[in-house]
Nanobody, 118 residues
Framework: QVQIQESGGGLAQAGGSLRLSCAAS????????MGWFRQAPGEERELVAS???????SYRDSVKGRFTISSDFAKSAVYLQMTSLKPDDTAIYYC????????????WGQGTQVTVSS
């Protein structure tokens, strides 16, 4: 199995920055994609950004140019640098990982709260 642990997050003012970190442990040898999702109160969970083991990244439109995802698959780690934060970015952020086991985004962390004040 794979265990996921996030760190970072917290409170920021609009226009500020935060950095999220995520580390996977356990049977990580077959991870090929890691990403960040978020869920705001009353909303569905949405994919924010993802990165493949080959370095291919994708972002949802609302964070393009503000958020940067990076990774170190040798350490089974992924990071999310968030800048120019907006109150709409307030959510619980979840780290997730996909392995070559057919489970899709099969591994999830418990989430970390990000709150952006106006």
């Amino acid at each position: 199995q794979v265990q996921i642990q996030e760190s970072g997050g917290g409170l920021a003012q609009a226009g500020g920055s935060l950095r999220l970190s995520c580390a996977a442990s356990g049977r990580t040898f077959n991870l090929f994609r890691m990403g960040w999702f978020r869920q705001a109160p009353g909303e569905e969970r949405e994919l924010v950004a993802s990165i493949s083991i080959g370095g291919t990244t994708s972002y949802r439109d609302s964070v393009k140019g503000r958020f940067t995802i990076s990774s170190d698959f040798a350490k089974s780690a992924v990071y999310l640098q968030m800048t120019s934060l907006k109150p709409d970015d307030t959510a619980i952020y979840y780290c997730a990982a996909a392995a070559t086991d057919g489970r899709g985004w099969g591994y999830w962390g418990q989430g970390t709260q990000v709150t952006v004040s106006s």
